[in-house]
C-alpha cells in the first residue's frame, strides 16, 4: 500500500486534525462530536442551514463543501463508509439556526440511512429538517429507476445552487426545491483506469487489468457499464457525455455548466484533453458552456479515471451558480 | 500506460486548447506562439512583468501560476523538457509593459539555457531582463553547492512575493530583490512513492519497488537521498521537515509559512496527515505558522508523494504573501 500514513485505524481523525490545523478560519469540530465539522461562525441567523456527510476518501467530498455559499456542517464517516447517525445528528443540530435545515447528501444507502434516522430524532426536538438526495450518476442504475441512482460528482452543482439560494434568504422549502431542480437537470458518467487501496485493508477497491478501463464505475469501485481496452481520450469523452447527453435534452440555445471531474490520480492536463473535446462537442450541438469546472472536485483517493457532468441551466440556476462560494478545499471555479 | 491521451505526440497543445477553452476569461494564447500563454489583458501599464515557464506534467506548475498577482506569460515545454528559446524570448515580449522583465523559473539546466538565450535577445531589443531561478530543493546539492539546488514546489512562495512587489508597482530591481529574498529563506524536501509514466515513451519515469520510498527524490524522478521500505507518515513528515529545518535557523517566536504539496497520487486526507505532524513539530519549537498551503501546487503527473516546504517570513514578505493572487488552477489557500 503506496500511502502515507500512520495507524490505518487513525486515518480519518488524523486527516481531520490536520484540516483544522491547517484551515483554523474556516472550519471548527463540533464540540460534542470530533466526526462532525462546523463552518466557523456557523450557518447566519435566520438563513437555512445545509447538512452534508458520507465516507471519507472522497476528498474534496464531502467536507471540503462546507463554508459560506455551500453547506454549514458535515458529519464524516470512515474511508467509504458511511457518517454515524450520531454524526449525522450533531451535523443538523450545528447546522440549524432556526430556519431549518437541508440535508443534501448523495444516494448511498448507509449515508441516507443514518441521515433517516438523525433527522426523525431532530424533528423530535423541534427542528425542520429535509433531505434531498443526488443521484446524478447515470451508469448506476436506468432511467426508470433513476431513484436508485448513485450521487457522483454532480453534488457539487446542488451544493453550490442551495447554497446559494440558503445565503441570500431562501426558506427552507425554496432552497430544497432549488436542490431538487439541480438535481434533476444533472447528469455525470465516469470512467475508471485504476482501482484505489483501502487503507484499512491494504487491499485495492476492485480489480482492473493493466490496459483496461471501466466505463460508468463509481466512486467506490461499482460496477459500471463496460470494461474494455483503454482507448483515446476523445472516444472516452465522446463515451460519457453521449451518456450524459442523452437525458438533459439540450438542443441549440441551450446553456450548460459543465464540470471534469478527476478520481485521483488522473493529471490536470489528462483532465484538459477531455474538456477540449467536451466543448467542441457542445458547439457543434450549438449549446453554450456557461462555465466548466475542471480539478479534482470528487475523488477516489489515488485512483485514476475521471467523470463529465452536466447541469442544465435556466436563468435562475446560472445566477445561483454564480453565486460566490468559498472553501478553501474546492478548486477556484466554484 | 493508464492516460486519458490522444495521439501522445499531441498530449501538450490539447492540454492548451482545453485549457484556453475552460479559462477563455483568465488566460490567452500568444499571438505568433501557441507554446505561449498570457494573462488575459497583458501586464497592467508600468508594472514589472514576470515570466515563468519550463516542461510540462506538472501542473498547476508552471502556466497555472499565470494571473492577477502571480506571472503574466509562460512558455510551455513538452513534458519533463524545457521550453524553446522561442516561446522564452515571445513570452518575454508578451509579459513587458515597459517595466521590464523578471523571469522566475526552477533551476534547470535547459530551462535555464534558453531562458538565458531569450533575454540576451529580448535585451538587444532594449528590454530589461532579470532572470532568477528557484532552488528550493534542499535533497539536490548540498549547502555549500546551494547554486546547483534544482527548483521545486517552493517556487509557490516566489511567484507570490515577487507578484505582489509587481502588483505594488515595484520596480524591476525591487521585484528581482524580493523575488532572491523568498528564494533565499524557502527550503523544499519531497518523498516519492510511485514514478509516473510519460506519454510519449509509455515507460516510467524511474523504477521503484513496491514496499519502497525514496526521500529526496526530484519531480522528474532524480535520484534523492535515501531509498527504503515505506514509514509512517510521521516518521516521514519528520524525515522532510528535519532537512528542511537544518537550513533556516528557526527558534522561538519565528514565523513561518508551510506547503505540504502533493506529487500528483497522493490523497489530500494524506497531506493532511503530514500537516498536521508539521503543526504539532512547529508548535514545540514554538515556531508560529502564518499559513498552510495543502494540496497540488506542483506535481509530477501521477507520481505518488510529497513535500513539505517551508518559507520563513519577516513582516514585508508575510504582507507579500497575503496580496491577493488569482489563477483557477491554484488551489485557493495561495
Same mark, same amino acid.
Given at each position: 500500500m503506496?500511502?502515507?500514513?500512520?495507524?490505518?485505524?487513525?486515518?480519518?481523525?488524523?486527516?481531520?486534525?490536520?484540516?483544522?490545523?491547517?484551515?483554523?478560519?474556516?472550519?471548527?469540530?463540533?464540540?460534542?462530536?470530533?466526526?462532525?465539522? =462546523?463552518?466557523?461562525?456557523?450557518?447566519?441567523?435566520?438563513?437555512?442551514?445545509?447538512?452534508?456527510?458520507g465516507?471519507?476518501?472522497?476528498?474534496p467530498?464531502?467536507?471540503?463543501?462546507?463554508g /459560506?455559499g455551500?453547506?454549514?456542517?458535515?458529519?464524516?464517516?470512515?474511508?467509504?463508509?458511511?457518517?454515524?447517525?450520531?454524526?449525522?445528528?450533531a451535523?443538523?443540530?450545528?447546522?440549524?439556526?432556526?430556519?431549518?435545515?437541508?440535508v443534501?447528501?448523495g444516494?448511498?444507502?448507509?449515508?441516507?440511512?443514518?441521515?433517516?434516522l438523525?433527522?426523525?430524532?431532530?424533528?423530535?426536538e423541534?427542528?425542520?429538517?429535509?433531505?434531498?438526495r443526488? $443521484?446524478d450518476?447515470?451508469?448506476?442504475?436506468?432511467?426508470?429507476?433513476? $431513484?436508485?441512482?448513485?450521487?457522483?460528482?454532480?453534488?457539487?452543482?446542488?451544493?453550490?445552487?442551495?447554497?446559494?439560494?440558503?445565503?441570500?434568504?431562501?426558506?427552507?422549502?425554496?432552497?430544497?426545491?432549488?436542490?431538487?431542480?439541480?438535481?434533476?437537470?444533472?447528469?455525470?458518467?465516469? =470512467?475508471?483506469?485504476?482501482?484505489?487501496?483501502? /487503507?484499512?485493508?491494504?487491499?485495492?477497491?476492485?480489480?482492473?487489468?493493466?490496459?483496461?478501463m471501466?466505463?460508468?464505475?463509481?466512486i467506490?469501485?461499482? /460496477?459500471?457499464r463496460?470494461?474494455?481496452?483503454?482507448r /483515446?481520450?476523445?472516444?472516452?469523452?465522446?463515451?460519457?457525455?453521449?451518456?450524459?447527453?442523452a437525458?438533459?435534452?439540450?438542443?441549440?440555445?441551450s446553456?450548460?455548466? =459543465?464540470?471534469?471531474?478527476?478520481?485521483?490520480?488522473?493529471?490536470?492536463?489528462?483532465l484538459?484533453?477531455?474538456?477540449?473535446?467536451?466543448?467542441h462537442?457542445?458547439?457543434?450541438?450549438?449549446?453554450?458552456?456557461?462555465?466548466?469546472? =475542471?480539478?479534482?472536485?470528487?475523488?477516489?483517493?489515488?485512483?485514476?479515471?475521471?467523470?463529465?457532468?452536466?447541469?442544465?441551466?435556466?436563468?435562475?440556476?446560472?445566477?445561483?451558480?454564480?453565486?460566490?462560494?468559498?472553501s478553501?478545499?474546492?478548486?477556484?471555479?466554484?
Open positions: 503506496k500511502k502515507l500514513l500512520n495507524d490505518p485505524a487513525d486515518f480519518v481523525d488524523e486527516a481531520l486534525e490536520g484540516l483544522l490545523l491547517t484551515h483554523p478560519g474556516h472550519f471548527a469540530a463540533d464540540e460534542r462530536n470530533p466526526r462532525v465539522l =462546523v463552518r466557523k461562525g456557523g450557518t447566519p441567523a435566520g438563513q437555512v442551514g445545509i447538512v452534508t456527510g465516507g471519507s476518501g472522497h476528498l467530498l464531502f467536507l471540503g463543501y462546507v /459560506p455551500l453547506a454549514s456542517a458535515v458529519a464524516v464517516g470512515n474511508v467509504f463508509s458511511a457518517q454515524s447517525s450520531d454524526a449525522a445528528l451535523a443538523i443540530r450545528a447546522a440549524d439556526s432556526g430556519a431549518g435545515v437541508l443534501l447528501i444516494n448511498y444507502t448507509g449515508d441516507r440511512l443514518n441521515f433517516e438523525a433527522a426523525d430524532l431532530a424533528e423530535a423541534g427542528r425542520k429538517v429535509r433531505i434531498v443526488a $443521484g450518476d447515470v451508469a448506476s442504475a436506468p432511467p426508470e429507476r433513476a $431513484g436508485d441512482r448513485r450521487g457522483v460528482a454532480g453534488i457539487v452543482f446542488a451544493y453550490s445552487c442551495a447554497g446559494a439560494a440558503a445565503a441570500r434568504g431562501d426558506t427552507l422549502e425554496d432552497v430544497v426545491a432549488v436542490a431538487e431542480r439541480t438535481i434533476a437537470v444533472t447528469r455525470t458518467m465516469g =470512467v475508471g483506469l485504476s482501482a484505489t487501496v483501502l /487503507p484499512t485493508t491494504g487491499r485495492p477497491s476492485f480489480e482492473i487489468g493493466a490496459d483496461e471501466e466505463i460508468g464505475i463509481g467506490h469501485g461499482e /460496477p459500471g463496460v470494461r474494455g481496452p483503454l /483515446p481520450a476523445d472516444d472516452v469523452a465522446d463515451d460519457l457525455l453521449d451518456s450524459v447527453l437525458e438533459l435534452g439540450l438542443g441549440p440555445g446553456r450548460v455548466a =459543465v464540470l471534469v471531474n478527476g478520481l485521483g490520480a488522473t493529471s490536470p492536463e489528462e484538459y484533453i477531455l474538456a477540449r473535446r467536451v466543448h462537442r457542445l458547439a457543434a450541438l450549438d449549446v453554450e458552456v456557461h462555465r466548466t469546472l =475542471v480539478g479534482e472536485f470528487a475523488t477516489s483517493m489515488e485512483m485514476a479515471g475521471a467523470s463529465i457532468s452536466v447541469l442544465a441551466l435556466d436563468d435562475e440556476l446560472t445566477a445561483l451558480l454564480d453565486a460566490p462560494a468559498d478553501p478545499l474546492v478548486p477556484r471555479g466554484l
